[in-house]
């Protein structure tokens, strides 16, 4: 018997689409099989410490889905991404009696093959990153100049890849130990999209007042090509910064959940499951610098 879905006020935090088969249910997403393809719908739940959270950030599932819109739509001359349509109206029928809930916050997309690594690029100095250089003057392996200070813009973007986990954090692995897993040619082409990716995002940024600090990327293989997946250049895999606030030495104010991280950090919860519940106004403020960083990202408002 299906689990009821869970709503918190105007927060989805769980999808059970009867007559649809269920593929995954990941710490944010649900995705379904249908007719050929994978539905891909962002909930509006939030981990933090790798737990995730009894209460959801209302819409924070919409503004997810609809930066990714926005940056398939703007990275698709450098690669193609697994996208068929946003559009409830044109699904299948099977997912007629699901609209309302589906409505922005869903993709219809391709069934890929996921390569099994996260691609990472990182342009500042910033999160495990820090730790990382101040032990041994490197990042993921990559010898960087010295006396770097935190969060400080590096000499050229790096490419940091990493193992997919399926709980906990991802385990960051050197360019050779990605090509001993998904070959050389693989390897040195989702280094190069990746850069590219990041680089004109970078530009696009700046113009927008933000600082794109690093991001991580997923790729997989279609009908024998490599196209863009799962969600791309949202605060959930990027961090942004306000370049009108940047200072070098110090960390940054983050567009994500960081606010969230910071809250736990004041109550007594020894970071395990199950995870405390977050106050209307912890819940309030995160919704409202999620839906900040799609008006910065975009100029438009939710």
């Known amino acids: ?24 249910r990941g710490k944010v997403r649900d995705l379904y099989d249908i007719d050929g393809n994978i539905l891909f719908i962002a909930t509006d739940r939030i981990s933090a410490f790798d737990c995730v959270l009894p209460n959801g950030i209302p819409n924070k599932g919409k503004v997810l889905t609809a930066l990714s819109l926005f940056w398939f739509d703007f990275t698709q001359h450098i690669i193609p991404n697994h996208l068929i349509t946003a559009d409830v109206d044109e699904y299948p029928p099977a997912v007629e009696n699901h609209r309302d809930t589906l409505r922005g916050r869903s993709m219809l997309v391709e069934t890929a093959r996921p390569y099994p690594v996260e691609c990472v690029v990182r342009g500042y100095l910033a999160g495990s990153a820090v730790k990382d250089y101040k032990r041994n003057g ?12 935190e969060s400080e813009k590096l000499p050229e973007p790096i490419f940091t890849p990493a193992t997919k986990a399926e709980s906990g954090h991802d385990i960051n692995i050197s360019e050779k130990e990605m090509a001993e897993i998904i070959g050389e040619e693989k390897t040195e082409l989702l280094k190069e999209k990746s850069l590219a990716i990041f680089n004109e995002a970078t530009e696009y940024a700046s113009t927008r007042g933000l600082i ?18 799962d969600e791309v250049l949202t605060p959930d895999s990027s961090r942004y910064w306000l370049a009108e606030s940047y200072e070098v030495g110090k960390a940054q104010v983050n567009f994500d959940k960081q606010y969230v991280r910071d809250y736990l950090e004041t109550v007594s919860w020894d ?10 106004d912890v819940v309030k403020r995160t919704e ?3 839906k900040q960083a799609y008006k910065l990202i975009t100029g438009k408002d939710m």
């Open 212 to 229: 794109l600090s690093d991001t991580k990327f997923e790729f997989g293989e279609y009908d024998g090509k490599t196209i863009l997946i």
């Open 138 to 149: 490197t990042v993921c392996g990559i010898r960087l100049p010295s006396n770097l200070r």
């Open 1 to 24: 018997m299906n689990e009821p879905q869970r709503l918190t006020p105007e927060a989805i935090t769980r999808t059970d689409l009867a007559g649809l088969k269920l593929r995954s």
């Open 288 to 290: 409202e610098i999620y």
């Open 271 to 280: 970071k395990t499951p199950p995870a405390p519940e977050l106050p209307p």
